[in-house]
């Protein structure tokens, strides 16, 4: 069983005998028997690695996120062999993992764009003040450049290659200088393979309505802030996390529509991770973050 990038690779290559499933989707488990199977996998490396014994897991999981999802969460991870088990919304984990003062009495907001969801979060005091989950975020947008180049070339691409495209050459807003690039995929008329040229500003218009869907929840998130916190927000900005962090000028568009200075948080791909590790780290001293602070085992 090959997990993590190796399986990713697989993606829209395999023969009838293998199998490449994707176990979440929009940051919640699709598949019950595919996590738990990567999970084990995961956990038994872990434990092979630093000769250790069941671990302690602390998951991130979107703030929108039910009770059902929730139980489900934590079923798959007790049964991949973990002894005890911890949620974290993940607007929280990605605000600890950037470095941000979660503990502090004044108002941060974060917004994590990642795989999935995207989440918007007002944080003070250690705890989530407003939180608003959209469903909308890396695997969208990869959808939506699919879409754009079938109806507008004829041509059919897979989600690697759409992702590839939109992490080459995506952006929010025109660049100064128009990027582009050659891609392969089958032509639907004749149904060979094609080459053809893209450009940046062509994404741009094919990712335009789901991006446009994310700078409206967080507008949406801030009108809701209350005053104070609001003006603690004004000083500091938005800070952007998660892979969508990274597309080209989105922190322009969204600093543009709020009136606000936008920051990229420094390795904006693992400040989910970085901010478990942290709580997992210092358990007792952040466990006012966590969604569910009973042990189970």
């Known amino acids: 069983m090959q997990l993590g990038h190796e399986a990713k690779e697989m993606l829209g290559r395999t023969p ?4 490449a499933v994707r176990p979440m989707k929009d940051g919640v488990i699709a598949d019950f028997t595919a996590t738990q199977l990567m999970l084990k996998n995961i956990i038994k490396k872990v434990c092979q690695r630093y000769n ?14 039910t009770e059902v999802e929730e ?3 934590e079923e798959s991870v007790l049964q991949a062999g973990a002894k005890e088990v911890y949620l974290i919304e993940e607007p929280m984990a990605a605000a600890i993992g950037a470095n941000i003062d979660v503990a502090e009495p004044s108002g941060s907001i974060i917004v994590d764009i990642g795989g999935g969801t995207t989440e918007v979060a007002v944080i003070s005091l250690g705890g989530v003040v407003i939180s608003n989950s959209l469903r909308v975020a890396g695997d969208e947008l990869d959808e939506d450049i699919v879409n754009y180049i079938k109806r507008e070339m004829n041509l059919a691409i897979g989600e690697t290659t759409a992702e590839q495209i939109k992490m080459e050459i995506g952006c929010a807003l ?7 690039m050659e891609i392969r995929g089958r032509d639907l008329s004749t149904g060979l393979p094609k080459n053809i040229i893209i450009t940046s500003s062509q994404i741009e218009e094919a990712m335009q309505e789901s991006v446009s869907k994310i700078v409206e929840i967080v507008k949406q998130t801030l009108e809701r802030t209350p005053p104070e916190l609001a003006s603690d927000i004004m000083e500091k900005g938005i800070v952007l996390a998660g892979g969508g962090a990274l597309i080209r000028n989105l922190d322009k568009l969204l600093s543009s529509k709020t009136g606000m200075p936008v920051y990229i948080a420094d390795d904006p791909l693992d400040c989910v991770a ?22 189970r085992k």
């Not at 250790?52 to 996120?65: D, E, F, L, W």
């Open 16 to 19: 009838d005998t293998i199998k």
């Open 52 to 65: 250790a014994g069941r671990p302690r897991v602390v998951v991130g999981v979107p703030s929108g996120i």
């Open 71 to 73: 139980r489900a969460v």
């Open 174 to 180: 025109p660049l100064m200088t128009d990027m582009s």
């Open 274 to 295: 970085k901010g478990a590790c942290k709580t997992l780290e210092d358990l007792e001293k952040l466990k006012a973050v966590l969604i569910n602070a009973r042990r």
